[in-house]
């Protein structure tokens, strides 16, 4: 099952990094900016995590992630500064909102988080296996690297943290469920935002012959009067 799930995710990658990702920059464009905003919340999330952590070792460990979150967001932020019409590309405002409350163990965020890297990583995997772009490439590989060390740290710290092996596996099913059904939301509104920009082309391609033919037969009469 885990197998199909991954050669959907895959083919899925591919349509878009071959198809959308061609036809339309602003669609690439926003994707990079979402993942940058994405490394962001982690950040964010992972700071929340790591005053609620008392043990030094899994601190250090926290805190050495959330400088490399960071980074990562840089280094996809720079990404799209070296674009192609990225010059007026304004990077979309996501607000960011607490994943758990103060009174929730803090290892329920962290088994979010894992959710999240491993997402990520695998994610990144299949894009660099369809997209010849090479800065992206690059970008992804270092990206890669460091998240597949962050996946093997969350879930030793996941254990550590004293946390039931059932009461962890709940949680991830959990989480599992709310990330597809948000994914679901984010796609359907992806596509459905390139169905109305190709519309609007459209449109605006046949009334600009309409007007141009309109314009051309006036002209045609008034030589003719
Ligand atoms: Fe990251
Ligand atoms: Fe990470």
Redesign the pocket.
Known sequence: MTSLFNLIRYLKVKLVVNTLWRWSPKSYLRSISLFSAT?SD?VWQLIHAFYMIENPKHRAEIFTQIL??DF?AKQFEDLINITEHADNYKVPFEEKKFLYSKEDPVWKLLAYCYIG?KD?ADKFKDIMACSHNPDLKRTLAK?IH??TS?VGQANSILYELGAKPSEIKIELWRIRLIRKYESLVRNTKRIFEVIVDALLAIIYFTMGLLVSFKAKSIILDRKNS
């Open positions: 490394e982690t490399e979150e990562h890297e990520a990206i460091d998240e962050h």
